[in-house]
């Protein structure tokens, strides 16, 4: 199944915004005087720390298998020096891969050292390459930005420098949150753009860009520099297999992604933003994962990426799945939970029931039999992992249970028991 390159998707979005660079400068010039910063906890050590001798001569040190690396020049070091770098857990918020702390043993730099980040597709969901800034961590634990960087897309390198010692991450300064996620076929996920607004505003003065400005926590940024949402690259409604995008309050830092009402034949749907910058556009992405979350089984009989209706009327709630192909009906399943209060587990009961019918083999199966005396007997129950109580919300969950095929022979009544198991995901209707 073909998946679409995150960033070939960028490249070719990024080429249609390039001609909107006459746009008005709608982003204001940072304020004085700088943000005080909010202290963050320091991140706890993840395993041990990577050591090196490095001496005058210069050398590498290399973390995360050479996805981050530090290039000591010639003349960095003026003794041989043993270099540590110690991983830490991520404590800034958008912060990007595996924070570190750099510790040379009391000496000092000669020169800067410089810093590689070798970045791949799952670094930069949510945001993109021009958004992504370098922050060390102080001794008051407030984190500042440093925003003079080189991108180099060919090589999916990002570099920079580092002065001194100390605790330093990569981060993003706007992205829109989840920036990766999978969701199941007619379910909404709620897409929210947020950044550290003073950073965003420093881009574009070049006098700022050695700045270490103190980061606040990110807030949702404002509407006005948003400009448009797309689907693949398209407007919303230009192909309604890869789902449709609305608003929540008609707020266009929040949208709100509906998925297709089946798995498409390319899964991935890549949900951008536009955003204004100055006199400048850029997008950010979040890569979204179409993947079948229902299917039902009935013994041998398995049926995947079935239709699902979930109706909820007063306190009964309804399930029902259905599986066609060429437009013919192949199988069926629906269960009524008469007493429903959301999630929880409900017991096959005389109340709590329901059945499959397959088709093909015309054969039709209930969840409530009865022995030899005509006493009911039951066996399984439906499991509610998600709940919500608006019209339009999700409502998902499992059934597992044994479904019984009457059978009469010569007047004898008798049982045949099938193992069923179903998984479900839906928006409910009033």
């Known amino acids: 199944m073909k998946k679409t390159s995150f960033f070939l998707l960028y490249a070719i979005i990024a080429l249609c915004f390039s001609c909107f660079n006459e746009s008005a400068d709608n982003f204001p010039n ?36 050479g996805k981050i690396q530090l290039t000591f020049p010639s003349g960095t070091l003026s ?37 590689t980040f070798h970045y791949g597709e799952e670094d930069v969901f949510g945001s993109g390459v021009d958004f992504i800034h370098l922050a060390q961590q102080d001794d008051n634990k407030i984190w500042k930005a440093k925003r003079n960087l080189t991108v180099n ?16 991450t ?22 929210e753009i947020v950044g550290y607004e003073y950073e965003l505003s420093l881009r574009n003065d070049p006098k700022k860009q050695d700045l270490l400005a103190p980061l606040v926590p990110p807030v949702r940024i404002q509407p006005a520099l948003v400009s448009q949402w797309l689907i693949d690259g398209r407007p919303s ?42 006199k400048e556009k850029f997008i950010l992405i979040s890569s979204i994962a179409i993947e079948n979350k229902n299917r039902f089984s009935v013994g041998n009989y398995t049926f995947s990426d079935p239709e699902v209706l979930i109706g909820l009327a007063g306190n009964t709630l309804t399930i029902s799945m259905w599986k066609s192909i060429n437009n013919e009906l192949q199988a069926s399943l629906a269960f009524i939970i008469p007493d429903y209060k959301g999630i929880g587990s409900y017991n096959f009961s005389t109340s709590t029931q329901g ?33 919500s109580t608006q019209p339009g919300g999700m409502i998902s969950g499992t059934i597992s249970g044994t479904l019984y095929q009457k059978k009469e022979i010569n007047n004898l009544i008798s049982y045949i028991p099938y193992d069923v198991e179903a998984k479900f995901s839906g928006t409910f209707t009033p």
């Open 30 to 65: 940072p304020s004085a005087p700088l943000p005080n910063g909010v202290p963050t906890e320091i991140g706890t050590p993840i395993g041990l720390p990577v050591s090196k001798e490095i001496g005058p001569e210069g050398g590498i040190l290399e973390l995360e298998n």
């Open 355 to 387: 059945g499959v019918e397959l088709i093909s083999d015309q054969i039709s199966l209930e969840s409530i039999a009865y022995d030899e005396n005509l006493k009911p007997y039951f066996n399984g129950s439906i499991t509610i992992t998600e709940s």
């Open 170 to 191: 990569f981060f993003a300064s706007a992205k829109i949150k989840p920036g990766l996620k999978s969701i199941g076929p007619s379910e909404t996920l709620d897409l």
């Open 237 to 278: 409604g230009s192909n309604p297999a890869r789902g449709s995008l609305g608003f929540v309050n008609n707020d266009l830092t929040l949208a709100r992604y509906t998925a297709p009402p089946s798995v498409p034949n390319q899964p991935t749907v890549m949900v951008s933003a536009e955003l204004f910058l100055g």
């Open 153 to 168: 897309q060919s090589a999916k390198t990002i570099k920079g420098t580092i002065s001194h010692p100390g605790r330093w």
């Open 79 to 115: 003794q041989t020096v043993s270099v540590k770098v110690q991983p830490l857990s991520q404590t800034l918020e958008l912060g990007i891969g595996i924070p570190f702390e750099l510790d040379l043993g009391g000496t000092s730099l000669k020169k800067p050292i410089e810093l």
